[in-house]
């Protein structure tokens, strides 16, 4: 046995070799990781400094045993090999170039080393493959349950919520989560098993030394760490001014001309230099910290490498420790030290997914403010139509101190035609969101064919209403899908019954694949009445009793317009219909006109009897008409 005492308490500096290389090598110029510089979510200040969001996480993992077992013996394999290199080269060293050593047993211990080599690259592999496929899978598996939640809420919701905060969620969130599951726990059980497993390994070769080293780290780790979170935080500030930049000049180039028609090129240019130069002065400030951390990274690698070859030369010749040992000892405190430095690295990912995943609970856990009671009223069948509003008062959740109906009643019979007039604000469109129970309101009842909505259940109400908007809504998806939205059963011939009807068959035959030509983000490769057309065509195909008709055909020409009043006059026989609208055909053509002012029913009649009683609706009758009702 080697006199291992004696050399023990020597070489203290040297280890700061080990526990700054692993950590800090692999840093790029943003001053992150490699490993994280794919992440790009920004860190808030409501970040938890817990882990326990994460047992959402691992609670998803569950469903698949499996895979976790398969993924932790990979990780133990994988493990036990790494630490049995070392022993493997002490075996090489000492049996083929030490004293006493046998030239002949070199080869044998060489073959151990390959086979080492051989079970660590398979052991590697199944662990990738394993941990990765449980990230994948674990994001999927969130995404859709959040997305299935967030389906469920009302859209007073996302009145509350950005819904880009809320995308933002979905994206950057699951993907910090994906990378935690995939990659951070997987290296964090690692670096354990390496630390656990190694400091052992150092015990039994060298335990003076290895004292020297634990008591040494901690000096090392910590200031390496704190000179490491401020490069973290100086580069979050650089790339939000490069985000800021990014901004701005979409900002500016999409409003080109309002720009250039108010001649403000020189002062957005000027803003422009102003945000380039903020970018700038952090960018220095970034710099100036990555040089002076990678000075200290390159005295404590290439310090510490020439005090542990140094050392271990002199310990050697006075024969304490033989070649095989201080090379086992070299490259196992290597592995050791940096397995503890990259948990250091570790604790702070985990973090960051821990706040995702908190974000995410979020989200989760949001109770739908609008949902079916336990023993829903059943609608009568088949449905009459029939809609009422009794004294309601609502408010909407984002303007409190504003009622947008103030105890409005309305009766509307079925199979009758109602036409909602009234300036902006007067709570038209509210009518029709009360009408489909996207809102209940505060005060008052609303009725589908006598029954309560809130009684009912939300999805029986509105599969007894289509909806045409003011601005036509198309998704990023077929001609055919698009129309078909509201019925998906629907066979080809009643698709073309209803574009025909909408007078949308003309331009969807010239489209290059007819109904299957996908349309483009929004509908973008259709013009905005064409949109307008695929959007009434959509609401007719459903056949609902009830229409919800706002403005509808506010986007299309008159020629246009015509042709779809004609197709809908048709079709509003049987069925009832509220129609918001200004346009004097359809005022016209109402059997009843409802005139609506700050949220209350002020007038309601026929148009000859409004017009003539000189009120509201006779003055803005006057104001936009003009000419037709003189």
Request: proline share 5%; with cysteine; charged share 20%.
């Amino acid at each position: 046995m080697h006199k291992r005492g004696k050399s023990a308490g020597k070489v203290p500096l040297l280890w700061i070799f080990p526990v700054a290389m692993p950590s800090w090598a692999a840093m790029d110029e943003t001053g992150n990781t490699k490993k994280s510089k794919r992440r790009l979510f920004r860190r808030r200040k409501s970040e938890p400094r817990t882990l326990k969001p994460l047992r959402m996480v691992f609670a998803a993992m569950r469903k698949y045993p499996g895979h976790v077992a398969l993924a932790l013996i990979a990780l133990l394999i994988t493990a036990a090999a790494t630490l049995a290199i070392p022993a493997g080269f002490k075996m090489v060293i000492d049996s083929g170039f030490g004293a006493d050593g046998d030239p002949n047993q070199m080869g044998r211990w060489f073959r151990y080393l390959l086979m080492i080599v051989c079970v660590l690259a398979f052991g590697t592999a199944m662990r990738f493959y394993f941990v990765s496929w449980l990230g994948e899978r674990v994001v999927a598996d969130v995404r859709m349950r959040v997305q299935e939640n967030l389906l469920r809420l009302a859209p007073g919701f996302y009145e509350e919520n950005s819904p880009k905060e809320i995308s933002s969620r979905m994206t950057s969130d699951t993907a910090l989560i994906e990378t935690t599951v995939g990659s951070t726990v997987s290296v964090a059980l690692r670096n354990t098993l390496v630390s656990i497993g190694g400091t052992a390994y150092l015990f039994y070769l060298v335990p003076g030394l290895t004292m020297g080293m634990l008591l040494i780290i901690p000096a090392i780790v910590i200031p390496i760490t704190l000179f490491g979170s401020r490069l973290r935080k100086v580069s979050r500030t650089s790339q939000d001014r490069v985000a800021d930049i990014g901004a701005m000049v979409t900002e500016v180039l999409s409003a080109m001309k309002i720009v250039q028609g108010f001649n403000q090129e020189t002062r957005e240019q000027q803003r422009f230099g102003e945000a380039v130069e903020r970018t700038f002065t952090v960018a220095k400030r970034r710099i100036i910290i990555r040089a002076a951390l990678t000075a200290c990274i390159i005295l404590f690698i290439f310090g510490g490498i020439t005090l542990l070859v140094w050392r271990g030369a002199e310990a050697v010749n006075e024969g304490t420790i033989s070649g095989g040992t201080i090379a086992a000892f070299v490259l196992t405190a290597g592995l050791v030290a940096g397995s503890f430095g990259a948990l250091t690295e570790v604790y702070g990912d985990l973090l960051r997914a821990s706040g995702a995943a908190s974000r995410l609970s979020e989200l989760l856990e949001e109770q739908p403010g609008i949902a079916a009671p336990d023993n829903p009223m059943a609608l009568p069948s088949p449905p009459r139509g029939g809609l009422s509003f009794r004294n309601v008062s609502f408010y909407y959740p984002t303007r409190p101190e504003a009622p947008a109906l103030s105890d409005f009643s309305l009766e509307v019979e079925p199979g009758e035609t109602v036409a909602i007039v009234g300036p902006s604000g007067a709570g038209k469109s509210t009518i029709f969101q009360l009408a489909e129970r996207f809102y209940d309101p505060q005060a008052g009842t609303v009725r589908l064919d006598g029954i309560p909505l809130t009684k009912a259940d939300p999805a029986h109400v509105r599969d007894r209403m289509a909806f045409v908007p003011q601005e036509g809504v198309l998704f990023s998806a077929s001609a055919r899908d698009n129309l078909r939205y509201g019925r998906w059963d629907a066979t080809e011939e009643e698709i073309w019954a209803a574009a025909r009807a909408a007078n949308a068959a003309e331009f969807l035959e010239k489209l290059p694949q007819g109904l299957d030509t996908y349309l483009g983000e929004s509908g973008t490769q259709l013009s905005g009445g064409q949109r307008q057309r695929v959007a009434i065509a959509r609401a007719l195909l459903r056949d609902a009793p009830i229409l919800l008709l706002d403005e509808a055909t506010s986007a299309l020409d008159a020629e246009s317009e015509r042709l779809v009043q004609d197709a809908l006059e048709h079709l509003m026989e049987d069925r009832t219909t509220l129609v918001i609208a200004h346009r004097l055909a359809t005022v016209r053509a109402a059997d009843r006109i409802v005139v609506m002012e700050d949220g209350r029913l002020v007038e309601q009649g026929t148009h000859d009897q409004l017009a003539g009683n000189g009120g509201l609706y006779a003055r803005l009758a006057k104001l936009q008409f003009g000419e037709e009702t003189a």
